[in-house]
């Protein structure tokens, strides 16, 4: 099963295996990102509380 975008003859014609490469790509970036907020996020300094006391 392909896809076919446009209306020009002969159309531009996308196959299954690339549209599964595009969605794992999108998914990897995705998760690059949220990975990447995630590290980033400060994180609580409750020990060093704990320390203090």
Do not use: K
């Amino acid at each position: 099963m392909s896809v076919v975008i446009g209306t020009a003859s002969p159309g531009l014609t996308i196959p299954p295996a690339l549209i599964e490469r595009f969605g794992l790509f999108t998914i990897i970036v995705l998760g690059g990102t949220v990975l990447g907020v995630v590290d980033g996020s400060p994180t609580p300094r409750l020990a060093q509380r704990d320390r203090r006391r």
